[in-house]
Structures are given as C-alpha cells and as structure tokens.
C-alpha cells in the first residue's frame, strides 16, 4: 500500500488497547491524501471512459454502503490510515478491501448500487424483469449456490446470490471493470443476459445527468461519537457470531499444539502465512473454484481462533495436510450447495 505523506496523528503511535478509547469522530480522517484517493480517482476515470455522466460523493463512514436515495458510497474509515487498517485485520482477523484489488473491487459494487439510487434504474420494467424486485426482504442469512451461472462471480461469498439489489450491484461491477472480458468468461452463463442489460440501461443514460441530486453523507465521520473499542465489540457481535463446529474433529487433529506454549505460531497465524499458497494449489485440485475455497478457508481461519489452536507440527508436512483437509471440506461445501440449490 502506498506510504501516506501526511503528518502522522497523535493517536497513530498509541498502543492498542490505548488506541481503543479512542473515539471515531476524534480520528481526524479524509480521503484526501490517503491512498483511498487515487482508488477513487481510477472508478471516476472508469465511468468517465462509458461516458457516464455521473459523478458521485464520497464519504468516509462505519461501513462500506450506498444508501437508499443517496448516489454516493460511504468508505469505511479504518481504511484511510495503515494504524488502523492494523487495529482492523487484529479485531476481525481480515480487512475488507484493504487491498488495492478488494479495495477496487469493492468501490466498483457500491458505484453499482450509487448509480442505481441517482437514475432510479430499478423502478425500470427492464430491471426488474431481468433482476426481480428490489422489494424483495433482506435474508438474515443465505445458502448460496456455489456451482450457478446465473450469477456472476465478483466478490467474496457468491455475494450476488443474496438479494436482486446485490444482484445487479455485482453484475455492474462485472461490467464496469476494464479488460474483464465478461463476454468471453460467461459464455453460455444465464449471467451473461444481466452483464448485456447492464450495458443497455448504461447506454440509455449516457451523457445524462443523474435525476436523484442528493448530497446527503448519513453515517459521515464526525457523527461516530463511539470510540473505537465499542465499534469492534458491536461489529462482532453482529458479523462473528460464531463459525462452523464442521471443522473441528480435523483441526484438533492437525494442529494439535499445545495452546498455552507461546513459542508456537497459532493456527490462524499459520494460515494467514501460508493460505494463499495452499488456496492456489487447492483450487487447482477443485477445477478452478477459487471463491468456495476463499469461503471455506475464512471459516476454518476463524474457527481455529475460537478453538485457540497451535501449529505444533513441522511446518512441510502442515501445509500438505492441511491442503488436503481444505479440498475435502471445499468440496463437501460445494456439492452441499448443489443440493440445495441446482445450477
């Protein structure tokens, strides 16, 4: 990530449990001068290239979103400084679009959201027909299909599988990134008619200016008044309550150090090392599919912490056994998603 070359705040050389009473709207925080900058500069240039008039606001916020009725995104602010990207990765163990990559991909999927809420795209017949109603509930939970084609692939969990409004979010994002190649990557995917419906309701507002003018920022910085402690604790209250027990009869079983010797690396330590390398060698194995092998390894990463496992094994040997653990468990998940859902 490319060095800030702003003055460092006073907070940024806290310890972490100091830097924790910290409260948000004291951080002091923008987008400008931050390496979020020039992420938000290529996404304007890329609308610019469709000949897209729109322009939206950015603000940094608690969360990544786009508001009903607002065409703008709101930026999580841990994002916008490396001491928090730090205190981040620490509370929740990953940092959602803390890389260039994610942080792109991400940018590109509310846009999707932004564009839809300044021309009012989804009260089309066209975009309902293609993508259902966006009155549709909210799910607490969804079991996606990991084998569909009815559905792009673009972040993280079969995202676009969740709601017709993530649906679409997704689909532009597929369409809106340059040198996708989404013609020849959804060839014969049911998908492939929402990518085409997105370029003719992007074709049709071309060069118009956006109906919807709001310049609200809800949720803007300065209104966080919690401190940093109190955000994390409700953050994993509402997005970690709990992994899947699935996992444990094999964990315990590899990685079987023991948990009160601090020499040893922790098991989720070990595989935030080594898991990209194993994910690669795995999804491999499992034709290619790479997001039930993301999805599977994020779980089985964050189990290994509720359970206070230890890699006490010689390191060689771990990563092979672990990567046949990976493919048998990203397999069970798969052909369990065709089962509940056929392609």
Not at 166 to 191: H, I, M, N, Q
Not at 326 to 336: A, N
Request: glycine share 8%; net charge positive; with cysteine.
């Amino acid at each position: 990530m490319p060095p800030s070359s702003r003055r460092e705040p006073s907070w940024a050389s806290l310890d972490r449990d100091d830097l924790l009473d910290v409260r948000i709207c004291e951080l002091g925080l923008t987008i400008e001068g931050s390496w979020l900058e020039p992420m938000i500069e290529r996404v304007l240039g890329e609308l610019e290239a469709r000949e897209l008039e729109f322009r939206p606001r950015f603000w940094l916020s608690d969360e990544w979103f786009s508001p009903e009725g607002v065409p703008g995104v709101g930026v999580p602010f841990y994002l916008a400084h490396p001491r928090l990207i730090r205190l981040e990765r620490h509370q929740m163990l990953e940092v959602e679009g803390g890389t260039q990559g994610g942080c792109l991909k991400l940018l590109r999927h509310e846009l999707g959201h932004a564009i839809d809420h300044a021309y009012r795209l989804s009260r089309r017949k066209l975009w309902r027909e293609t993508f259902g109603s966006p009155a549709t509930p909210y799910p607490d939970a969804y079991r996606p299909n990991p084998a569909s084609k009815r559905y792009v692939q673009h972040l993280d969990g079969w995202y676009a599988q969740a709601h017709p409004e993530e649906d679409w979010a997704e689909s532009f994002a597929v369409w809106l990134t340059p040198r996708s190649r989404w013609r020849s990557r959804y060839k014969g995917w049911p998908a492939l008619r929402k990518l085409e419906v997105v370029g003719q309701l992007m074709e049709s507002i071309a060069g118009k200016r956006p109906a919807v003018q709001s310049r609200a920022r809800p949720y803007s910085l300065s209104t966080l008044r919690l401190s940093l402690r109190t955000y994390y604790k409700r953050k994993r209250d509402r997005y970690c309550p709990g992994y899947s027990t699935d996992y444990d009869r094999d964990l315990r079983r590899l990685f079987d150090g023991d948990p009160r010797d601090a020499s040893l690396p922790t098991a989720a330590a070990f595989l935030r090392k080594h898991g990209r390398a194993i994910r690669q060698q795995v999804a491999s194995w499992t034709g290619g599919y790479e997001f039930t092998v993301d999805q599977v390894l994020k779980d089985i990463t964050g189990r290994c912490v509720e359970l206070k496992l230890r890699a006490g094994g010689e390191a060689r040997q771990l990563k092979v056994d672990f990567a046949i653990l990976l493919t048998v468990h990203s397999m069970t998940y798969l052909y369990r998603g065709r089962e509940w859902h056929p392609v």
